[in-house]
């Protein structure tokens, strides 16, 4: 199993879950922005349920990034 260490966001609320180790399931990049994309399994509920996280280069936020908005 291939973890990320995933940090967790809900931008619309302004709540930081923190960094938290998920499962990776899957890669790909996106079509509009060219940035890496990674299918995680969600450490918040079922462990079926799947998000996606998106690698930023942000300042202050720099690396892989689910925004649960």
């Not at 940035?35 to 079922?46: C, M, Q, V």
């Amino acid at each position: 199993m291939t973890t990320l260490n995933v940090h967790f966001l809900n931008r619309g609320y302004d709540t930081d879950y923190g960094v938290k180790k998920v499962e990776l399931l899957g890669q790909s990049v996106c079509e509009f922005t060219g940035k890496p994309l990674a299918e995680i399994r969600s450490p918040f509920g079922l462990s079926t349920d799947t998000l996606v996280a998106e690698y930023s280069t942000h300042p202050g936020v720099v690396g892989w990034v689910c925004d649960l908005d």
